[in-house]
């Protein structure tokens, strides 16, 4: 049974103390039963911007089509989907009143699992649509997040999780996921970067700290010693840093031609969206 509509009223209230319910599944019973309800068997995983992947000169595409980019991930599940459901709002930004980016251009599910989602929260879509709102919304500056994702199906009333592909699109200050350093690791771990992608500082930084101001979302960069510092284990690899680095000092590099195919193998297997 699907959710009703009273409890988007009651996560827009509550969405502020995610902070504090994060901190205590450091907790050990806490955390299991935490990861039990709501992380169990999810792998969700940013796609980083196509403009700032750099692909290694060497990575050529079999079929000569050129090379890779992370959108192609999204839009091969969108057009191999069975069913489309696109949300009227960002539940994230909504909740925290975001001024920067648009609250209109909300999550995209897939599956079967997704014709099941309370209709007072959004629509069923064609592909042509679902497409043209993914467009949109990297138009708009923000980050896929894309995956099997159990708190969705939880906060939705609907299931099963292996029959239910979420995309979000985010922004850096209001993301439900800036609680990622705070969640114990075990659920941390389940957002992470694209497979392949990684994300380093040059030679070319001057230290100016812009990358290191109100961009990361997870608080994966520091200054040291005048120079910006990307803690690996932290980063999710999203590539805003590289986006906004006055100087282009930060780079988002893949060498790998088949991280696509790793990708979209990887989220298949955790998700059935036909």
């Known amino acids: 049974m699907s959710t009703p509509y009273w409890i988007k009223p009651l996560i827009n209230r509550i969405f502020h103390q995610r902070f504090f319910w994060s901190r ?62 696109l949300m009227d709002f ?12 648009p609250r209109d ?20 879509v064609s592909m042509e649509a679902a497409l043209a709102h993914a467009r949109r919304c990297r ?12 708190l969705d199906t939880v906060w939705l009333g609907v299931g099963p999780s292996q029959k239910l592909l979420t995309v979000c699109n985010c922004c850096p200050c209001c993301c439900l996921w800036q609680v990622l350093p705070l969640l114990d690791e075990r659920l941390s771990e389940k957002v ?16 100016c700290g812009r990358c290191a101001r109100d961009v990361c979302f997870v608080g994966a960069i520091r200054l040291e010693d005048r120079q910006a510092r990307i803690d690996p284990d932290i980063c999710r690899g999203c590539g805003r840093c590289a986006d906004i680095c ?3 000092a930060i780079a988002v590099t893949v060498s790998d031609a088949g991280f696509i195919d790793h990708a979209i193998r990887r989220i298949s297997s955790a998700v059935n969206v036909h």
């Not at 138009?139 to 159990?150: D, P, S, T, Y």
């Open 24 to 85: 205590l599944t450091r907790r050990r019973p806490v955390g299991r039963l935490v990861h039990r309800m709501l992380f169990k068997d999810d792998d969700v995983f940013y796609l980083p911007k196509d403009q700032v992947i750099e692909i290694n000169e060497s990575v050529a595409v079999a079929d000569g089509g050129g090379m890779p980019v992370p959108s192609e991930v999204l839009e091969y599940f969108i057009r191999q989907a069975g069913f489309h459901w």
């Open 90 to 101: 960002c539940i994230c930004r909504d909740s925290a009143g975001c001024r920067d980016y």
């Open 105 to 124: 251009l909300g999550c995209l599910f897939m599956g079967e699992a997704a014709r099941h989602i309370n209709p007072g929260f959004g629509r069923p």
């Open 139 to 150: 138009e708009a500056g923000l980050v896929h997040l894309i995956g099997r994702n159990r």
């Open 192 to 207: 992470s970067r694209l497979p392949g992608v990684n994300v380093f500082v040059t030679e070319q930084c001057e230290g």
């Open 246 to 248: 006055p100087n282009n």
